[in-house]
T-cell receptor, first 111, second 114 residues
């Protein structure tokens, strides 16, 4: 079955440092979505990428979708304490509506 | 436009009891998905429903678990004869699209079986 691997599992940074999490799928994806979940909270939709090689930016966040549509990354520039949380990627395949989630990257930021 | 509403937020059940989890999708969303999240894990798909129809329940255990999305009212995830292993966060998501894109999640129900 489809698998989505996400690394690293944990990342601790000093405030102001950059952060990147990587997502890799065993199969070609139709689209990939990114979510943020605060401790004790629920996944909050951040963005969806659909096109091969697509790059999208949201303020300090940059999202990329690989040319082969099998990998993706989220990069945060100059982290802030408000960035703390677990970042999940989730992909769909074909016309399949099931989101297959990675295990997430827990980001902690030291002020 | 209220978000996806789930209740209760926290539910404690003794082993053998029944748990009922409710989800009201966002206005205009007719596609509802249930996911389960174990501690420090990603979310695992359970079931996809449209109004009055179960489209895909391949991620749901075949015994003790059932889901519905009636014509009127919220979607219900029902767990009969709960066991400790059912303890988890159960999230409902709704989407305006059949392909599940741009899914918005509710705040979840955290089920604890004692």
């Amino acid at each position: 079955g489809q698998q989505v691997m996400q690394i690293p599992q944990y990342q601790h940074v000093q405030e102001g440092e950059d952060f990147t999490t990587y997502c890799n799928s065993s199969t070609t994806l139709s689209n990939i979505q990114w979510y943020k979940q605060r401790p004790g909270g629920h996944p909050v939709f951040l963005i969806q990428l659909v096109k091969s090689g697509e790059v999208k930016k949201q303020k300090r966040l940059t999202f990329q979708f690989g040319e082969a549509k099998k990998n993706s990354s989220l990069h945060i520039t100059a982290t802030q304490t408000t960035d703390v949380g677990t970042y999940f990627c989730a992909g769909t395949r074909g016309s399949n509506y099931k989101l297959t989630f990675g295990k997430g990257t827990l980001l902690t930021v030291n002020p | 436009n209220a978000g996806v509403m789930q209740n209760p937020r926290h539910l404690v059940r003794r082993r053998g009891q029944e748990a009922r989890l409710r989800c009201s999708p966002m206005k205009g969303h007719s596609h509802v998905y249930w996911y389960r999240q174990l501690p420090e894990e990603g979310l695992k798909f359970m079931v996809y429903l449209q109004k009055e129809n179960i489209i895909d329940e391949s991620g749901m255990p075949k015994e003790r678990f059932s889901a519905e999305f009636p014509k009127e009212g919220p979607s219900i995830l029902r767990i009969q004869q709960v066991v400790r292993g059912d303890s988890a966060a159960y999230f409902c998501a709704s989407s305006p699209h059949r392909d599940g894109t741009e899914a918005f999640f509710g705040q979840g129900t955290r089920l604890t079986v004692v």
